[in-house]
């Protein structure tokens, strides 16, 4: 399961990692947003050495590339563990609960079944199903949780998501609606279509912060991308300025026509926590 670089590139740029930072994407698979985290580190002035990275992969053999990846990239302030996120989580404290990171990002398999949900539904012993349990069908906001709770008090993190997450009732909207009233979502990025390997599946970009700043709290950024690509034969892809500009977006968080909006956390629940991206921001007068 491999992400497009420049969609990698988008949640590093959301992120701008720091060093002195540790840094994890608890579904790395070939360690591409673990690489471009410390290439963007150093790239801004940061020491290449002073900063940690963490990941957790399922499969043996991507597993192994990732080491290889990280070995060949000259980063060895690397912890890769090898098993299922969701229930066998390794990155764990000499107390077995999480650890805590400032940054996690991700983009896990799209709505993965199965993936768990005979165990969560009697309760994590980790504490990740703060906001419920996901249904047996949809495992995505498993993994959110998953992220939420290895954030630092002042963690922040970015991960991909399909559209279906942002509307969806039932346990999803449960769940959605915990994050929101908890105040941890800052953005949320739509992407245009047909941008991933294997699947046409719509996908979004959630962007949580545990420590809001002042202006930005009981709020958050409602970005519509769908018109940020450059159309291929066979599939499309994100070109540095699309790039920087849905960053961009999110760094700068103010309205701009037919592209995004700050929307206040009232009127979310107004439309019943749904946070359908096309309901807020349209991309045509």
């Known amino acids: 399961f491999y992400t497009p670089t420049q969609v990698v590139r988008l949640l590093v740029e959301l992120l701008a990692p720091k060093e002195g930072m540790r840094i994890c994407d608890p579904t790395c698979?070939?360690?591409?947003?673990?690489?471009q985290s410390a290439h963007y580190i150093v790239e801004h002035g940061g020491h290449a050495k002073n900063f940690s990275l963490f990941g957790q992969e399922k499969n043996l053999g991507t597993w192994a590339i990732c080491k290889m990846s990280l070995f060949l990239h000259d980063i060895d302030d690397a912890f890769i563990e090898r098993g299922d996120t969701l229930l066998?989580?390794?990155h764990l404290s000499s107390e077995k609960v999480l650890k805590r990171f400032d940054l996690v990002l991700a983009n896990p398999p799209f709505s993965l079944?199965?993936?768990?949900?005979?165990?969560?539904?009697?309760g994590?012993?980790?504490?990740?199903?703060?906001y419920g349990c996901p249904p047996k069908s949809y495992g995505a906001l498993s993994f959110v949780q998953q992220m939420v709770a290895s954030l630092k008090s002042n963690g922040r993190m970015a991960v991909v998501v399909p559209h279906g997450v942002l509307f969806r009732g039932g346990e999803e909207g449960k769940i959605r609606k915990g994050l929101l009233e908890d105040d941890l979502i800052e953005a949320v990025v739509g992407l245009g279509g047909n941008l991933f390997y294997g699947t046409g599946i719509p996908a979004a970009v959630l962007f949580?912060?545990?420590k809001k700043a002042a202006a930005r709290?009981?709020?958050?950024?409602?970005?519509?991308?769908?018109?940020?690509?450059v159309e291929g034969k066979?599939?499309?892809?994100l070109a540095d300025v699309n790039v920087a500009r849905l960053a961009e977006a999110v760094?700068?968080?103010?309205?701009?026509?037919?592209?995004?909006?700050v929307v206040s956390l009232d009127e979310i629940r107004e439309n019943d926590h749904n946070l359908n991206i096309t309901r807020y921001v349209q991309t045509e007068a």
Do not use: Y
């Open 29 to 35: 698979g070939s360690g591409g947003m673990l690489v």
């Open 88 to 90: 066998d989580p390794k």
């Open 113 to 122: 079944s199965p993936w768990g949900h005979e165990e969560w539904k009697k």
């Open 124 to 130: 994590d012993k980790f504490s990740r199903d703060t």
């Open 208 to 210: 949580v912060n545990r």
């Open 217 to 229: 709290k009981e709020k958050l950024l409602i970005v519509n991308g769908a018109q940020e690509l």
């Open 234 to 237: 066979n599939q499309n892809h």
């Open 251 to 261: 760094h700068h968080f103010d309205d701009q026509d037919l592209f995004c909006k």
